[in-house]
Nanobody
Framework: QVQLVESGGGLVQAGGSLRLSCVAS????????MNWYRQAPGKQRELVAT???????NYADSVKGRFTISRDNGKNTVYLQMNSLKPEDTAVYYC???????????WGQGTQVTVSS
């Protein structure tokens, strides 16, 4: 049974920084992507950043240059460093583990990020 536990959310002023962490436990196949999604009130969940096991990354246009995703495979942990935060970054942030074979998705419980103007 795979479990994901996020931490690091909170309240920050615009222009500030936060670092989210997500620890995965359980038996995790090597071929996977670890992703961060977010969902703001009244909006659909959106993909923020993704990192493959080999460390290739992709970002949503809205966070490029401000957010950095990284992972520590030895610790089964993915991080999201968020800099220059804006009020529009306010959302619940979810960690997602996407396993390639067999195709499986696991989700964390979410962590609230609130950016005040």
């Amino acid at each position: 049974q795979v479990q994901l536990v996020e931490s690091g959310g909170g309240l920050v002023q615009a222009g500030g920084s936060l670092r989210l962490s997500c620890v995965a436990s359980g038996s995790i196949p090597r071929l996977n992507f670890m992703n961060w999604y977010r969902q703001a009130p009244g909006k659909q969940r959106e993909l923020v950043a993704t990192i493959a096991y080999g460390d290739s990354t992709n970002y949503a246009d809205s966070v490029k240059g401000r957010f950095t995703i990284s992972r520590d495979n030895g610790k089964n942990t993915v991080y999201l460093q968020m800099n220059s935060l804006k009020p529009e970054d306010t959302a619940v942030y979810y960690c997602n583990l996407q396993i390639i074979l067999p195709p499986t998705n696991y989700w964390g419980q979410g962590t609230q990020v609130t950016v005040s103007s």
